[in-house]
């Protein structure tokens, strides 16, 4: 069974500052996605990480994968109040039908001035 | 966006009560599933669909089945809802294993 952790589950950060969060997953995979929540709202698709070593960078956020390690890193750079949200990340594996995603329990993340 | 809708949006019922939530999308996806957020457990698969009419279970599928008579519509049935089932429940659909996975705006079900 695929299991998703995440970590860690709560962050708290002064604007301006950088941290990273961590996303853990069992078995071997194809496929890692971030996600982002903001609250009562749906989630929207930050990153999809397709192979070891792919790096992604949108705006103030690089995600990572490393499969050897089974391992993805969302590195927040020189945060701002706006980033302020729930961060997934979910794993993909086939299974020759629709392939589940599994989700990590998420990070809030809240940035303070 | 992807035009993915859920009916209804809010609910409140009673234990014992049948409920069915509706995912509509206009993407002509064909892969869509179903889950559901509840604190301090991300977003757990109850169903998911990769076709008409072919659908499986998810890791939290118990109490719960769905049906996809059209490529458009995704249907999740509580039989007899139990005050367990409150939760946040999302439809999500994509075009293609690997792809971008597009989310609904959620529906809101209480059972009291």
């Known amino acids: 069974e695929l299991k998703v952790e995440q970590n860690p589950l709560f962050l708290s950060m002064q604007e301006g500052k950088n941290y990273t969060i961590y996303c853990n997953y069992s078995?071997?995979?194809?496929?890692l996605y971030w996600y982002r929540q903001d609250p009562g709202k749906s989630l929207e698709s930050l990153f999809v990480l397709l192979s070891n070593g792919a790096v992604k960078q949108e705006g103030r956020l690089m995600a990572s994968l490393d499969t050897k390690a089974r391992l993805s890193t969302l590195h927040i750079t020189a945060a701002v109040h706006d980033l302020s949200a729930t961060y997934f990340c979910a794993v993909e594996k086939n299974n020759n039908a629709g392939n589940m995603l599994t989700f990590g329990g998420g990070t809030r993340l809240m940035v303070k001035p | 966006d992807a035009g993915i809708t859920q009916s209804p949006r809010h609910k409140v019922t009673e234990t014992g009560t049948p409920v069915t939530l509706r995912c509509h999308q206009t993407?002509?996806?064909?892969?869509m599933y179903w889950y559901r957020q509840d604190p301090g457990h991300g977003l757990r698969l109850i169903h998911y669909?990769?076709?008409?009419?072919?659908?499986d279970k998810g890791e939290v599928s118990d109490g719960y089945s769905v049906s996809r008579s059209k490529t458009e519509d995704f249907l999740l049935t509580l039989e007899s809802a139990t005050s367990s089932q409150t939760s946040v429940y999302f439809c999500?659909?994509?075009?293609?294993?690997?792809?971008?996975?597009?989310f609904g705006e959620g529906s809101r079900l209480t059972v009291l």
């Open positions: 999500a659909s994509r075009t293609r294993v690997g792809g971008e996975l597009f």
């Open positions: 669909s990769y076709g008409v009419k072919d659908t």
């Open positions: 078995t071997t995979s194809d496929r």
């Open positions: 993407e002509n996806h064909r892969y």
